[in-house]
Structure formats: C-alpha cells, structure tokens
C-alpha cells in the first residue's frame, strides 16, 4: 500500500513524458517559496523558457519528434539547474525554473546556459538531425513583484519580449513601477 501511494503522490505531481514536476506541483511549491522569500527577505528568481517556433517542428517531422524535442530541453535544464532549483514542465513546451536565494544577474545567467546549451543540442531523427533554440525571460522576487502571480506575469513578459526580439533571446523583467510603460522595457541579452 506504501508503495502504491508513494506512486500515485509521484504521478499526481511529475510531467509523464519528461519526469519533471507538473504545473500544479510547481504552483504549491511557489507560494512556499515566495512566502519564506517575503519572510526572511531574500532573493527568488523565475526563469520560464519557451521552444521557440515548436509548431514548425511539429508541423514538420511530427509529434514524436516534437516530444523528442521538449525530452530535449528537459535534460538541457536538469543540467544547467542547481541542486536547490525547482523545474516544471508548465505546459506544451513551455518550462518554469524557481531559483532560491537567486538575484536577477544570477537569474539571466541560468537562462542564458540555458539557451546556449539547447542551441547547441542537435536531435538525431530518422533521416537527419534538428536543431532548435528556446526563448527565455526572467523575474526576480521583490523587485519584479511580491506574490506568485506578478513574478510570473513579469518572467512571462520578459519571454514575450525575447520572442518579438527575434527569439533565441533571455530577457530580464524590469522592476516594478508605477509607470506601466517602464514594466514593459525588460533587458534583452544574448551572447554568441
């Protein structure tokens, strides 16, 4: 009984096809992690990464090559994370990395290994080989926002500002202002 439990706890929390957490376990362990952030008043940083143009791969070779793509850029971030980083796999190929005691500088360096480690990463199909890059933006608990939701909403712009940057971008969510129009500015960085 044991272990039946301890596996149906495991399929309730974890991705099926990559073995990460899902969105609903990763949503529990955020509202943790900033209300000890609030508490002791440290730094927690959110990386989300997005496979830039995954329809076309979809389109293209099919969804199993598709799922060979997001297994791809999940052992991409298993080796990039560090011990205490939390990964979920959010959502079609869209992934959500919470970072503890992580300010913004270290924030943009995970997402920009990140990057460089997936466009680096060649897939072996039937027939050849595909490439593809991932788009990433970055919040930074408080100055990007003090609950779950604005951290996330602030990392998900800076992603959509890489996207319309021409992809294969990190971004950084800028600071919290009352001026609507200063949120929308994040910075934008890519090396190579």
Not at 31 to 40: L, M, Y
Not at 95 to 112: N, R
């Amino acid at each position: 009984n044991a272990r039946m439990v301890h596996k149906l706890e495991q399929m309730a929390t974890t991705d099926g096809l990559t073995g990460l957490f899902n969105k609903r376990a990763m949503l529990e362990a955020a509202a943790q992690k900033v209300q000890a952030a609030s508490r002791f008043s440290t730094k927690l940083s959110v990386v989300i990464a997005d496979i830039d143009l995954f329809k076309n791969v979809n389109d293209t070779h099919g969804h199993d090559v598709g799922d060979l793509v997001i297994k791809g850029l999940a052992e991409v971030l298993i080796r990039q994370k560090r011990s205490t980083d939390l990964v979920a796999r959010f959502g079609g190929e869209e992934f959500v990395v919470l970072c503890e005691q992580t300010d913004e500088a270290g924030a943009m360096l995970l997402a920009e290994r990140i990057r460089e480690d997936l466009q680096k990463t060649t897939f072996h199909i039937p027939g050849g080989t595909v490439k593809v890059t991932c788009s990433l933006g970055t919040s930074t608990f408080p100055e990007a926002g003090r609950d779950w939701d604005s951290l996330f909403k602030a990392a998900d712009d800076a992603l959509y500002a890489s996207k319309r940057g021409g992809r294969n971008l990190s971004s950084a969510a800028a600071p919290r202002s009352t001026d609507a129009r200063d949120r929308a500015a994040p910075s934008k960085r890519r090396v190579g």
